[in-house]
């Protein structure tokens, strides 16, 4: 992954117990700025409630303000999945185009990735650790303990918002738990560092894409492959299923069509595979006429996904210049638990041997055991 400069965003005022605080006046709690949390409304301790009504003053001042910058309030009890926004400014509302009360499901829906960047020194590069939706589900609790342990929050958000258009919004927050009432709270804002992210994208895909296919190389394989390896180690996910695939005779494309005929081949297949593949799947050239999948689920989901991308190239039409050109491809893969050790060598040898096998029983075919009954 290409070194990525810090960013340096801008910060709301530290909201600590010692902050000069404004004090809850009831403009404020107006229609315009109605309250639609819990805590205010339920029995929970003086201190819990009297620090609650200051922040959402200081929060709805700064929000009315006319700052970029979202501030917001959320809340959970311990031991508890649930989570609800005390406050929560405008400008998310109206990026995720829904009311405060269906914030925390608008969110649920839009949210793609959580990512966070460790860093030692200037001379060390950042390791970028990215949580999927479902393991962000499945982690949610070890988040919230470590959150509660640091008494911090900073991550970056990759989300879905109106028009599907992609933004990203870095999250800043300090957390504060009240042990008598068995709440925390995260005092927080967002910031939109869309450009900033999509800039870093730009850089990340110079030489790390496919000329000719556009499809990603072989460069993030190794990356996509170490992350996935990663989530297993940690247990974020239960498998993930890795696949090598190449073009059925491509030489003797080259050698009856000529190399340009090799080349459409080549960055047609790639289109029909980006079409066939779903949102959670990855595509990428492995090198020549060899390419690389990844999806997540059990050998036999690998199976159908493998399935659907050998059925789809075997009935489209490559035509170039009028001259149709019979293209299929075989295709070895291997999920992560079907190895006793798991690491990238033993990914790719082994959708590799299984592929060596898929050429040896007559090609067009998936192979994804390495018994020659398969």
Known sequence: MVPVRLLILPRLPNWNSTSPLVKADPEIMSAQNAYHGRILNQEFSWELQERLRDCIASFQAYDNSGTPVI???????????????????????????????????AFKESFIDRRVYHYQDVETKIQEEVLGAQELQDYRHGLRE???????????????????????????????????????????????????????????????FDALTNLPNRNIMHRILEINISQMQRRSISDFIFLILDIDHFKKVNDTYGHQAGDYVLATLAEVMMATKRKGDEIGRYGGEEFFGLTHGNIQSGREFAERLRRKVEETPFVYKGRKIVVTISIGLVSATQLNNLDEENLISTADRRLYLAKQQGRNRVIAADESAD
């Not at 501030?71 to 405008?90: K, R, T």
């Not at 008598?180 to 850089?203: H, N, P």
């Open 71 to 105: 501030p917001y309030i959320a809340a959970w009890q311990e031991n508890s999945q649930d989570i609800w926004y005390e406050f929560v400014g405008q400008g998310f509302c109206r990026l995720l185009g829904c009311s405060e009360t269906e914030l925390v499901e």
């Open 146 to 208: 470590e959150g509660k342990k640091t008494g911090t929050v900073e991550a970056v958000y990759k989300l879905a918002a109106k028009n599907e258009k992609i933004v990203w919004l870095k999250d800043q927050a300090t957390i504060e738990t009240y042990e008598t009432d068995r709440i925390c709270i995260s005092l927080g804002c967002l910031t939109d560092v869309t450009k900033e992210m999509e800039q870093k994208a730009l850089l990340e895909q110079i030489g790390y």
